[in-house]
């Protein structure tokens, strides 16, 4: 037992003399820099920016060298680092340079500024060509950039105004880059003193907005009740002028959802309980089409103009409905007839499936029965098929809107054609 722990203690010693040996014999396989400002001055993206620049001169100068060959001459190469180091890094001296031999080389760095530093930065970030309220939902995107730029700059030595603004520059193009792939960014940094200025532009590129096309319909209240909203929702929906087509595209759910949110605001929409619907349709002349309808409500104003009809060719008719389910609707309808003067009023039953709308009314005056089937499929454009139980038989119409207040409908009844004008209240 003690002839083997003697061999164990040989073996020990053994390893421990020729250790250093081995190691020095072996060649560096990885280099790392840091950098340390003596006067906790510089900020970490500026301190990242000194590393990197100096990480290179490094790995050229010692990366695959033999350690004891590099152990020898530490002090030459370490003057070595700080003469390359005061070069390249304009504004800074090198106050110590330190090596930690091993396969893994560590070069410590410790610098201070030549003079005074930056104490006070000012930053001011605009967006070109875009409006002042849509530019604060794009600065949205990037919550850290004043921050960020305010971080790297301060602290930093006055002498370093050129290299800090490249650093700034790069920081800067790469977050708009990724915030907003739409947009480039052009930087400018002056310095006055120890005080910094720091202007950055965003502004549009591609295929931009030149026009925005607002149309508000509604399918069941007048459409004069939103005229007030039409104007400040229009100012509102005017702010996408300038921006990037593809922006647009890449956001669409997000910029559907801010409109919404300002339409839902709107005092008429509130009044009445309008629940709006928003649809976009991207291009250099973009759509908004804004649908505002009433769950709870149908109230509508006609008055029709009839082009190729002998008699009755001018009317009106207003409807008002209380929807008892969200498919059900029951009405009254009053109708009049100029010239001669006539007077109807019809109350009745409308079920609504999808876009297909079946309903029933008597005509009171008439005595008549009312059957009615209307298809809408799209947005502007209807089909209604109406049967009179008297003599008015069937009657076909292909309806077409124009706008929220002027509609045309071509009309066959009673083996006549003609045009009708519809005026939308």
Not at 264 to 276: C, F, H, N, S
Request: charged share 20%; aromatic share 8%.
């Amino acid at each position: 037992m003690r002839i083997k722990s003697c061999y164990s203690l040989f073996g020990l010693l053994f390893v421990l003399m020729f250790l250093p040996t081995i190691v020095f014999a072996a060649p560096i396989e990885q280099v790392q820099v840091k950098i340390q400002d003596a006067g906790h001055h510089a900020g970490d993206t500026l301190l990242a920016r000194m590393t990197a620049s100096i990480q290179v001169v490094a790995e050229q100068l010692l990366m695959n060298r033999e350690i004891e060959q590099i152990e020898k001459s530490k002090s030459d190469y370490s003057n070595l680092l700080q003469e390359v180091t005061d070069r390249v890094l304009t504004g800074y001296q090198v106050e110590k340079v330190s090596l930690v031999l091993g396969t893994t080389t560590q070069v410590n760095i410790a610098l201070s500024p030549w003079g005074k530093v930056i104490g006070d930065v000012q930053v001011d970030i605009r967006f070109s060509d875009v409006d002042d309220n849509m530019a604060g939902e794009l600065l949205k995107k990037m919550p850290q950039l004043q921050t960020q730029i305010r971080n790297t700059v301060l602290g930093a030595s006055v002498d370093a105004t050129d290299w800090a603004g490249g650093v700034l520059r790069q920081m800067i193009r790469a977050d708009v880059a990724v915030a907003l792939p739409n947009f480039r960014a052009a930087i400018d940094l002056s310095r006055q003193e120890d005080r910094a200025v720091v202007q950055v532009v965003i502004y549009p590129v591609g295929k931009l907005v030149q026009n925005v096309h607002l149309e508000i319909m509604s399918d069941n209240m007048p459409n004069i009740l939103f005229l007030e909203t039409k104007n400040i929702f229009g100012r509102e929906v005017n702010n996408l002028r300038g921006l990037p087509i593809q922006y647009i595209n890449d956001n669409l759910e997000s910029v559907r959802e801010r409109l919404l949110k300002v339409l839902r605001q709107q005092k008429a929409v509130k009044l009445y309980g309008i629940v709006p619907t928003l649809t976009i349709i991207p291009g250099a002349d973009t759509i908004v089409e804004a649908q505002l309808n009433s769950p709870r409500y149908k109230v509508w104003f006609e008055g029709y103009g009839d082009v190729g009809r002998d008699g009755h060719n001018i009317s009106g008719v207003a409807h008002i409905g209380k929807y008892i389910s969200g498919a059900d609707e029951i009405f009254a309808e009053a109708s009049v007839i100029v010239n001669p003067t006539e007077w109807d009023f019809s109350p009745g039953y409308m079920r609504k499936l999808g876009d297909i709308s079946i309903g029933y009314s008597r005509r009171i005056s008439a005595g008549e029965n009312n059957y009615k089937f209307e298809y809408k499929f799209s947005p502007k454009w209807k089909i209604r098929i109406e049967h009179f139980s008297g003599p008015g038989g069937n009657e076909f119409g292909i309806r077409y809107r124009i706008h929220e207040f002027l509609s045309t409908e071509y009309v066959y009844s009673k083996d006549k054609t003609y045009l009708r004008i519809v005026g939308n209240l």
